[in-house]
């Protein structure tokens, strides 16, 4: 019987120890997921607060750019000088206030950015005029730009139509369940029938802008400027992107120069030298985490505003041997 109840002791023992063990890993756990939830919402908002600063300094780039020159916008400016991964400790070298921890901290925090002039690219909203008629001078140009991109042709019109209906407000109250969403990213060009292929090969070339614009004829690409202008080939475009590095273009007359004949194809309200769109991209890296922004900014004279913000965190990246 003695043994009986010592056993039954023992049981009970090594069951309490097994309760205690298992409530004692659990609340373990439980603290670590509460360390590991308060140190990453910490750093998330460490980075929002820096990619905003980003953002301003960017801003002030551009305002700047326009108190120096109010005239053109071209690739030899600052603003066009895309800034390289660098230590955040960089930018916070002059501040004479930071502590030793705070040092330490900003040292394993890496910045990288760069400025886009959205109107170096044909904005897809110029395919439908203000009458609310789809133009045919952007239907053309968006032609030369699916058939030298070898896109299919036959999603084109789809895409004018659809946009023309997306705009058309008596339409869209009318036959307001029919009636395609106005997309707001490049991206969402899906609704109006582009493909993914289509909209991966137009990424660098096509935008989305609240109204109508010009294309800068000094930030464009060649696939752009072959486009956008009726009779240019593709030489002749190449030709214009190339002289340009040297001395950007001021007005009709120096693209004249290169290409004899070509001004008479050059409207203002279609071709320009200077932008009021730009797309701002800004990069953050803790070590595993990467935090990516992209924002659009309009600048007016000497006022800019920020028309929409995209924030997202990367993965962690993997070996390509996993």
């Given at each position: 019987m003695?043994?009986r109840?010592?056993?039954?002791?023992?049981?009970?023992?090594?069951?309490?120890?097994?309760?205690?063990?298992?409530?004692?890993?659990?609340?373990?756990?439980?603290?670590?997921r509460?360390?590991?939830?308060?140190?990453?919402?910490?750093?998330?908002?460490?980075?929002?607060?820096?990619?905003?600063?980003?953002?301003?300094?960017?801003?002030?780039?551009?305002?700047?750019?326009?108190?120096a020159?109010?005239?053109?916008?071209?690739?030899?400016?600052?603003?066009?000088?895309?800034?390289?991964?660098?230590?955040?400790?960089?930018?916070?070298?002059?501040?004479?206030?930071?502590?030793?921890?705070?040092?330490?901290?900003?040292?394993?925090v890496?910045?990288?950015?760069?400025?886009?002039?959205?109107?170096?690219?044909?904005?897809?909203?110029?395919?439908?005029?203000?009458?609310?008629?789809?133009?045919?001078?952007?239907?053309?140009?968006?032609?030369?730009?699916?058939?030298?991109?070898?896109?299919?042709?036959?999603?084109?019109?789809?895409?004018?139509?659809?946009?023309?209906?997306?705009?058309?407000?008596?339409?869209?109250?009318?036959?307001?369940?029919?009636?395609?969403?106005?997309?707001?990213?490049?991206?969402?060009?899906?609704?109006?029938?582009?493909?993914?292929?289509?909209?991966?090969?137009?990424?660098?070339?096509?935008?989305?802008?609240?109204?109508?614009?010009?294309?800068?004829?000094?930030?464009?690409?060649?696939?752009?400027?072959?486009?956008?202008?009726?009779?240019?080939?593709?030489?002749?475009?190449?030709?214009?992107?190339?002289?340009?590095?040297?001395?950007?273009?001021?007005?009709?007359?120096?693209?004249n120069?290169?290409?004899?004949?070509?001004?008479?194809?050059?409207?203002?309200?279609?071709?320009?030298?200077?932008?009021?769109?730009?797309?701002?991209?800004?990069?953050?890296?803790?070590?595993?985490?990467?935090?990516?922004?992209?924002?659009?900014?309009?600048?007016?004279?000497?006022?800019m505003?920020?028309?929409?913000?995209d924030?997202?965190?990367?993965?962690?990246?993997?070996?390509?041997?996993?």
């Amino acid at each position: 019987m003695t043994r009986r109840q010592a056993g039954a002791a023992l049981l009970t023992a090594m069951l309490t120890v097994a309760l205690v063990a298992s409530m004692a890993s659990a609340a373990l756990w439980q603290q670590w997921r509460s360390v590991e939830v308060e140190t990453a919402q910490r750093a998330r908002s460490q980075s929002l607060w820096v990619l905003t600063g980003a953002l301003d300094w960017a801003r002030l780039i551009l305002r700047e750019d326009r108190r120096a020159s109010a005239i053109e916008d071209h690739l030899g400016e600052p603003w066009a000088v895309p800034l390289e991964e660098a230590r955040l400790s960089t930018f916070l070298a002059v501040d004479k206030n930071n502590t030793p921890d705070e040092a330490d901290s900003a040292a394993q925090v890496f910045l990288s950015g760069n400025i886009t002039d959205l109107q170096s690219r044909m904005n897809v909203f110029n395919l439908v005029d203000k009458q609310g008629q789809v133009s045919t001078v952007w239907l053309r140009a968006f032609g030369k730009l699916f058939e030298q991109l070898g896109l299919p042709p036959s999603e084109l019109p789809v895409l004018a139509e659809n946009l023309r209906f997306a705009r058309d407000n008596t339409a869209a109250t009318t036959w307001a369940s029919k009636a395609p969403l106005m997309p707001q990213r490049v991206g969402q060009l899906r609704w109006l029938g582009l493909s993914s292929r289509s909209l991966a090969l137009l990424a660098d070339t096509i935008t989305l802008l609240p109204e109508s614009t010009a294309v800068n004829l000094n930030t464009a690409s060649a696939t752009v400027l072959y486009a956008c202008i009726p009779t240019l080939d593709m030489a002749q475009a190449q030709r214009l992107v190339s002289s340009r590095q040297a001395a950007h273009f001021r007005n009709f007359e120096d693209v004249n120069k290169l290409v004899p004949g070509i001004a008479s194809e050059l409207k203002t309200e279609d071709h320009g030298f200077s932008s009021s769109f730009f797309e701002i991209q800004g990069r953050l890296r803790l070590q595993q985490t990467v935090v990516e922004e992209r924002s659009l900014v309009q600048r007016k004279g000497m006022d800019m505003k920020t028309l929409w913000r995209d924030r997202g965190a990367q993965p962690p990246a993997t070996s390509p041997l996993q």
